[in-house]
């Protein structure tokens, strides 16, 4: 007899409804004992099987699963065919089939069946619109029993229309209305559109509302497929294929919560119309976890498949050492000590080895956020050792190695060490001591130890919530989350974060900083951005970070040159252009501390006092919004050179996104000192500095005034430095010192012709006036040339040159003063002449007890010539600080008052000279009268100080006015430098008494010089005689 074989078939049942004019289906499961050479007979004869009575049910087609072959009495041995695998129930009882196509049963044992590969489980919900009651949250309540009977009949009545129908049940209903949960088998795959055909008629008959997941319609795999787990740091790939277009699928990857995934830096999502892939080129532990792929052909049925990655992990490994400097100074020749090597806690089995300890040991600690492996390490100090060194390696299941070294510095009788200090242990010198963060934050602090000396405490812990939000905002540049749904959870936690006082260090500053930033990137790799609801947390948490509490934690540490201003202010401007707005979505600005923000339209082009120190016109506008945002306290943050050289900045920075073809008009505050000049500026992101194109400044009659073509984040910059004209050091210097030659070849004149010159009372006084004049004016631009250099001299010399240069150059116009009155009188009062006594006690009094006077009170006023009030260090002068402030005025005020009687004087004279012309009308008489003019002003000018009116010029004028200021600046600087030879000009040679003495007496002199030559030559002659 042929051997018997044991066939599960599977015998699918069409029934026709004559009601509906549909047709359902019905699995059956029949367990069949024949031989083999009898199966075609039996198929033949199935095939044909009428299953009812009214002939409505036949055999549609029929399919054998399992295989089975009894071996002796009592086990069976089933096989399951291709197509075909253990059922749930196999897996769940008999594990050590699950993975195997054939196993070994008790005989007859009626769970040794196979289910097709393409079996497709439904779950899903339907939600009634009726009351629910106690009693249908209690399964064994008749009204619990007759609700679910009465939906189970609808669904199967549609639902078994589907092809390959098995079962369905009704596990729960819960409340919210009436929501039932159910679950449907199917025996293997079917069209989507006959799964929402059958939604939808449930919807028209019932009038409830459906959710369906359905699992095994799409298949998912991974790749490469055969290797379990994924190497650390290699590539995979898992994709899911699908029989039809079910549309794009969205990916999903869970650990702990489940995120989105899309594109990133290790993620890349691709999709084909019956194929979508995810590639991973970074496996490590962020991915390792279920992917999911879920297909929303419809808004109520989702196509889901779901697969769990495994990667064999390999972890960050921080070593230490307690303590982390042993001693040998004490008795103890011989100790251990604790090698710690901490790494991050999760599921990987390592298995850890040691280098360098002795004995081997290993132990671990209790896991907890980390674990912790230690070993022994045997100290010898009679070896007289400088240090040890210890290596922990870490090897996955797939034997890949990472390991950490530590040198482990020995403190020796011969070393210098810093002392145990506020729970820092001892550490030797030129070492950095290492420590381990509170339990609520991330990473280590750090001090070292200088010639025994301690230095700071260098902290790099990261509050652990912050930690995790950095982590959060790096996976989404991963691809692990889509930024536009995790913006607001991300803004919110970092106001929180922000609004923590423990956050004062670098490490926290810079971390939520790159919070900022990796959002942002985030945002560029994905191409998204969010709406205008992140706002109000996004400007608070930005705000804190520029609290004057925090200003120290912008400092880098560990010499880091990366600037995080710069950062903070493109990440800042990124984000907000990033932001989905209109106009109408934030009603009013959002004001914080440092930052405040407003958004305005086409509408409304002026919003002129919005903000606390900017005014703002859009001139052309394209973009319907355009966002403004005022940022403060962070300008002394970033570079303030433009071109190299050295600025100040306005505490302001203003931010304007939007088209970059909109022009502003804007106004930014920074107090203007005079002749400085002033810079519009923006922040070029490219090269991280600021440059000035494509912005104007409004000049010195408008300086806070600035106009740029572009938008980006304006400020406005003043030189530290007020305008160099080249070349007007060494014009001063060279006109003053041609001046004191001047002046001291004028008083030797003076001594020479003084008795041939000075014959009445008029010529007395006027060479008396010269003569202190030239003596004053002498003395002063000496004392000007005294101190080139101010700050190599000591502070008492400049004080003293300050001093002196004040009352010299006083009574210098104090002189001018008096020569110009004893003119004006001898123009007015002709026949009235002056007393010699009265003249000359005046210009006295007039040209010293004046300007003593007048230096006096003003040393007494400005702090007892304090420096910084009464004179400056750095040019040994009088200071100007502003209109009518500064010590300076106190030489002005009586020089311009001086100048200004000396021009009244000039005009005096020349009326007198212009006087006979008008009755005159001879050509010849008006030219001479011209040159008379001429010859007047040229000849009083210098010796009146006429020249000094420029002086005024130059105060109104600001450097920044060119070509007019500098102009007026050389003219002023060239003819009173040079004063001193213009009044040897004027005042000695422009007096013909003065020439004709001079020549008379060079001429006697050289006739002397003759005569007494002829003489000798005369004695000569008769001598050879």
């Not at 509170?438 to 025994?452: M, W």
């Not at 305005?600 to 945002?629: A, D, R």
């Not at 002033?678 to 104007?696: A, L, N, P």
């Not at 006087?915 to 000849?939: F, M, N, Q, Y």
Request: proline share 3%; glycine share 4%.
């Amino acid at each position: 007899m042929e051997s018997c074989t044991w066939f599960i078939l599977i015998l699918l049942g069409l029934c026709f409804k004559a009601s509906s004019g549909a047709n359902s289906t019905l699995a059956y499961y029949v367990e069949v004992q024949l031989e083999v050479g009898a199966y075609d007979n039996f198929t033949k004869l199935i095939e044909n099987l009428v299953l009812d009575s009214d002939h409505t049910t036949v055999v549609k087609d029929i399919n054998i699963t399992t295989e089975c072959r009894t071996q002796g009495s009592a086990q069976v041995n089933c096989t399951c065919n291709l197509g075909y695998t253990w059922s749930d129930e196999v897996c769940k009882n008999y594990t050590e089939c699950c993975d195997e196509n054939s196993c070994l049963f008790a005989a007859k044992n009626p769970l040794a069946m196979c289910l097709s590969e393409k079996r497709v489980l439904i779950s899903g919900t339907f939600r009634v619109a009726e009351p629910f009651t106690s009693n249908l949250a209690r399964p064994e309540s008749p009204e619990y029993k007759k609700f679910v009977n009465n939906y189970t009949e609808q669904l199967e009545n549609v639902y078994s229309t589907l092809s390959w129908f098995d079962s369905l049940k009704i596990n729960e209903l819960k409340q919210g209305s009436v929501i039932g949960l159910f679950q449907m088998l199917l025996t293997d795959q079917f069209k989507s559109s006959d799964l929402e055909n059958a939604v939808n008629k449930l919807y028209n008959s019932t009038n409830a509302t459906f959710n369906l997941i359905v699992t095994g319609l799409v298949d998912i795999t991974r790749n490469p497929e055969s290797q379990e787990p994924i190497p650390y740091e290699g590539n995979t790939s898992i994709t899911c294929t699908t029989t039809e277009n079910l549309g794009k699928p969205l990916w999903f990857f869970q650990q702990q919560q489940q995120q989105e995934v899309t594109n990133g830096t290790e993620a890349n999502v691709t999709y084909s119309p019956l194929q979508s892939t995810v590639s991973i080129n970074r496996s490590t532990e962020v991915w390792k976890g279920t992917f999911t792929c879920d297909y929303l052909k419809s808004a109520s049925i989702i196509y889901r498949a779901s697969l769990y990655l495994d990667i064999a992990l390999l972890p960050p490994i921080i070593i230490i050492s307690d303590p982390q400097f042993p001693s040998c100074i004490g008795q103890t020749r011989h100790f251990f000590i604790s090698v710690l090597c901490i790494v991050p806690n999760n599921t990987e089995i390592y298995n850890v080895s040691w280098e360098g300890n002795s004995p081997e040991s290993n132990t671990e600690a209790p896991p907890g956020k980390y674990r912790s492996y230690k070993t022994q390490k045997e100290i010898f100090c009679d070896e007289n050792p400088d240090k040890y060194t210890v290596t922990c390696t870490f090897r996955n299941r797939l034997n890949q190695t990472t390991n950490a070294s530590l040198d482990i510095p020995i403190i020796t009788k011969s070393s210098t060490y810093c002392s145990e200090d506020n729970g820092w242990q001892m550490a030797k010198s030129n070492f950095t001591a290492i420590m381990l963060c509170n339990s609520n934050a991330v990473g280590l602090k750090k001090r070292n130890c200088t010639n025994s000396i301690w230095g700071d405490v260098i902290s790099l812990c990261v509050n652990e919530d912050l930690f995790n939000l950095l982590s959060v905002t790096k996976n989404l540049q991963r691809g692990l989350g889509i930024v536009e749904k995790n913006a607001y959870d991300i803004f919110q936690r970092l106001r929180t974060s922000t609004n923590n006082q423990n956050i004062n260090s670098f490490a926290n500053v810079n971390a939520s900083v790159y919070v900022l930033e990796s959002i942002y990137s985030a945002s560029n790799i994905q191409n998204s951005g969010w709406n205008g609801t992140v706002l109000p947390d996004f400007v608070k948490s930005s705000s804190n970070l520029l609290n004057d509490s925090l200003h120290d934690s912008w400092t880098p540490v560990n010499n880091d040159t990366d600037n995080l201003a710069f950062k903070y202010l493109e990440t800042l401007e990124g984000i907000i252009h990033k932001t989905n707005l209109n106009a109408a979505s934030i009603t009013s600005a959002l004001q914080q501390e440092n930052i405040e923000l407003i958004v305005y339209n086409k509408s409304n082009k002026q919003l002129k006092g919005s903000l606390k120190n900017v005014n703002v016109s859009v001139i052309e506008i394209s973009s319907n919004v355009t966002v403004q945002t005022a940022i403060y306290n962070l300008a002394s943050k970033l570079p303030n050179t433009l071109y190299n050289e050295e600025t100040y900045v306005s505490d302001t920075i203003l931010s304007v996104v939007g088209e970059n073809n909109t022009r502003l008009s804007m106004v930014l505050k920074l107090n203007r000192l005079p002749n400085h000049q002033m810079y519009c500026v923006y922040w070029d992101s490219v090269h991280h500095w600021w440059s000035d194109k494509g912005c104007r400044w409004g000049g010195v009659n408008n300086p806070d005034h600035c106009d740029c073509d572009h938008l980006t984040s304006f400020a406005i910059m003043m030189a530290k430095e007020p305008i160099n004209l080249q070349y007007m050091e060494e014009l001063t210097y060279a006109g003053l010192g041609f001046s004191i030659v001047s002046l001291i070849l004028g008083l030797v004149i003076e001594f020479l012709v003084w008795n041939t010159v000075v014959k009445s009372n008029i010529a007395h006084f006027r060479h008396t006036v010269l003569v202190n004049i030239m003596v004053c004016l002498s003395i002063a631009d000496s004392s000007f040339l005294a101190a080139p250099v101010p700050s190599s001299s000591p502070s008492n010399w400049c004080l003293s040159l300050t001093v002196l240069k004040h009352f010299c150059y006083l009574a210098v116009f104090f002189w001018m003063l008096c020569l110009s009155l004893g003119l004006l009188h001898q123009v007015i009062f002709v026949f009235v002449p002056l007393r010699k006594n009265v003249y000359l006690g005046l210009c006295f009094f007039l040209g010293y007890v004046c300007p003593l006077i007048i230096v006096i009170v003003t040393i007494i006023t400005y702090d007892n010539a304090m420096a910084g009030q009464y004179y400056s260090t750095e040019t040994c002068w009088l200071i100007y600080v502003s209109a009518l402030k500064g010590s300076i005025h106190a030489f002005l005020f009586p020089v311009f008052v001086i100048v200004f009687l000396n021009m009244f004087t000039m005009v005096v004279v020349i009326s007198r000279i212009l006087k006979p012309t008008l009755s005159e009308g001879s050509t010849h008489d008006e030219k001479e009268i011209a040159r008379s003019i001429i010859k007047t002003v040229v000849l009083l000018t210098p010796t009146l100080g006429i020249t000094w009116i420029l002086g005024l010029f130059v105060l109104v004028l600001d450097l920044t006015l060119e070509p007019y200021a500098q102009i007026v600046n050389y003219a002023f600087t060239f003819f009173n430098s040079f004063q001193g030879f213009f009044i040897l000009l004027t005042g000695c040679f422009g007096e013909k008494r003065v020439r004709d003495a001079l020549h008379k007496r060079f001429r006697a002199q050289q006739s002397a010089y003759s005569n007494n030559e002829s003489s000798t030559r005369n004695s000569s002659t008769n001598k050879i005689k």
